[in-house]
């Protein structure tokens, strides 16, 4: 790439190295616009005479150009790819979704010397029309061989990104409190439905029980008959693991025990089970207040119908320190 000063004529096909103003400070050309026959007279009405542009080497591809094909293979599912200015290419939502990202590859490309992606945090809930990520090539051009090595890894490794969609997702949730179900609902339904607000959701399914096995047992079955997409357990009190009742409730409604303890502050004593592709998610605490916790960072995957792993529950604790 060789950058220069030519006459206005002799710009036609080039690339201008920095953004043109007219006297009154307005906007002529953006810098990387590649200068057309009417730019070329469009400089010469405004009055000038040179200006500064590049010109691509052999096995170098516009900037434009270059991020347009990462684009197209960094992010998957309900996303919609806007070129911007800049050699910028921008990733929205077509709809209400939640982010899955590949960390360790977006990393890897990031590493690169010819583009950067940036992405919101792994399982983020993003609204439709809202931007997913944005990539930024070197400016002007780059080298052919740098670009198809990203490429290359993304085609090997799958997308940096997907966007799945939150459609029409349903919400069951157990109250429960050792003395009077109903008690646990009166503390936390109002939060609950703060928390379900920001999802724009409200809760299909609600039951409340004594804190007992066989009271919890029973109402979790039931709740699970309905087929809701997730299922979360509102408890008055703070298990110290599994082998608790509300653990023993999952296990004899037929739930499989994923995870207890998330490295989430709050939010640690988070205990996750699956029956079937159903999560039941307990997070003792966590209903209290309408304050970002570790519902918040597991529920818009959970709602999106993405079985979130105990490994992936493990991995939380970079960025886990929340308040």
């Given at each position: 790439m060789r950058a220069q000063t030519v006459n206005v004529r002799e710009a036609h096909g080039r690339i201008l190295c920095c953004t043109i103003f007219r006297?009154?400070?307005k906007k002529l050309l953006a810098k990387g616009h590649l200068v057309s026959e009417e730019?070329?007279?469009?400089?010469?009405t405004e009055g000038m005479q040179k200006v500064w542009v590049t010109e691509l080497d052999e096995g170098e591809i516009p900037e434009d150009d270059a991020v347009t094909q990462v684009a197209a293979l960094v992010g998957c599912g309900s996303v919609e790819i806007r070129l911007a200015a800049g050699g910028r290419a921008n990733l929205f939502a077509t709809e209400d979704c939640s982010v899955l990202v590949d960390d360790e590859l977006?990393?890897?490309?990031?590493?690169?010397?010819?583009v950067v992606i940036a992405t919101p945090v792994n399982f983020s809930f993003v609204r439709a029309g809202e931007r997913l990520a944005?990539?930024?090539s070197a400016p002007f051009a780059v080298s052919q061989q740098q670009l198809e090595a990203v490429l290359s890894i993304i085609r090997e490794r799958g997308p940096i990104l997907q966007a799945r969609p939150?459609?029409?997702?349903?919400?069951?949730i157990l109250y429960s409190d050792p003395c009077a179900g109903d008690r646990a609902r009166q503390q936390f339904e109002n939060i609950m439905k703060q928390r379900l607000d920001r999802y724009g959701i409200t809760p299909r399914f609600s039951l409340a029980a004594v804190e007992d096995e066989a009271s919890l047992s029973k109402a979790l079955g039931h709740l699970l008959r309905a087929q809701p997409t997730v299922v979360l357990v509102a408890s008055t009190t703070a298990p110290a693991g599994p082998e608790d009742v509300v653990g023993r409730a999952m296990l004899n409604a037929g739930c499989q025990l994923e995870r207890f303890l998330a490295p989430v502050e709050p939010g640690t004593l988070l205990l996750l089970g699956y029956k079937d592709d159903i999560p039941v998610l307990s997070a003792p605490g966590c209903f209290r207040s309408a304050k970002s916790n570790v519902v918040d960072l597991v529920l818009p995957?959970?709602?999106?119908r993405y079985r979130v792993s105990g490994w992936e529950?493990?991995?939380l604790g970079h960025g886990g320190l929340i308040g």
């Open positions: 006297p009154g400070g730019d070329v007279l469009l400089l010469e977006l990393k890897q490309i990031n590493c690169t010397a010819s944005t990539i930024k939150l459609r029409d997702p349903s919400v069951a995957p959970m709602l999106a529950i493990a991995c």
